[in-house]
């Protein structure tokens, strides 16, 4: 069965400085997706980042970026420079393909992040 | 370009009672999935829809539960006499098409508080 593992329950990081969030994924799936999303106090879900299976490049948006390393099957998320805003809850997520053809996402418990000035 | 929308954001309801949720999808959307978070957890896929049909119930629990998506209007989640354990944050999130590139837009959810 496919599944997520996020094995940091919370982090911190200074102001400015980099952080990088694990994930890892287990899938037999040859072709399968993986998203970060970022949950705010406010409680809505921000999706961040997309990395494709079959992505040659690991995927990168403004200061967040996908540390993609698939034989370890890992999906570890990178914000550069920290701002206090980037304090919330991040959720690494899968895509399970089914039959049918569409997708669903399988998430995993989250890591809560604080930004400190 | 309104995101996806849903109400009520809070929702407050007796043991016993119904709830409903709407769910309005992105403009130019017909896919539309609800996903539930129990406190302290991540979300967890309940069902899959898209315009008049229902594709994918697979994690939503088989009683009391109910979710719809009509030609016309938004997709509703409906939970019916309304226990404890139900207490939760329920998102709604849409996507162009069901196709695996597809990705997922959520709203901002609605947190049911059951007393």
């Keep these: 069965a496919q599944k997520i593992t996020q094995t940091q329950p919370g982090m911190f990081v200074q102001e400015k400085e980099a952080v ?8 037999s799936d040859p072709s399968y997706g ?41 999906a570890n998320l990178v914000i550069s420079a920290s701002q206090l805003g980037d304090s919330a809850m991040y959720f690494c997520a899968m895509r399970e393909r089914v039959s049918g053809g569409y997708n669903k996402l399988i998430f995993g418990a989250g890591t809560r992040l ?3 000035p | 370009n309104a995101g996806v929308m849903q109400n009520p954001r809070h929702l407050v309801r007796r043991r016993g009672q119904e709830a409903r949720l709407r769910c309005s999808p992105m403009k130019g959307h017909s896919h539309v999935y609800w996903y539930r978070q129990l406190p302290e957890e991540g979300l967890k896929f309940m069902v899959y829809l898209q315009k008049e049909n229902i594709i ?27 226990v404890r354990g139900d207490s939760a944050a329920y998102f709604c999130a849409s996507s162009p098409g069901g196709g695996a590139a597809d990705t997922q837009y959520f709203g901002p959810g609605t947190r049911l508080t059951v007393l």
């Design chain 1, 34 to 74: 993986l998203f970060w999303y970022k949950q705010p106090s406010s409680g809505e879900m921000i999706f961040l980042i997309y990395q494709g299976s079959y992505d040659q490049q690991n995927a990168t948006e403004g200061r967040y970026s996908l540390n993609f390393q698939k034989a370890r099957k890992s």
């Design chain 2, 56 to 82: 994918d119930e697979s994690g939503m629990p088989k009683e009391r539960f109910s979710a719809e998506f009509p030609k016309e209007g938004p997709s509703i989640l409906r939970i019916q006499q309304v």
């Design chain 1, 114 to 116: 604080a930004v400190h």
């Design chain 1, 20 to 27: 990088t969030l694990d994930c890892t994924y287990d899938t």
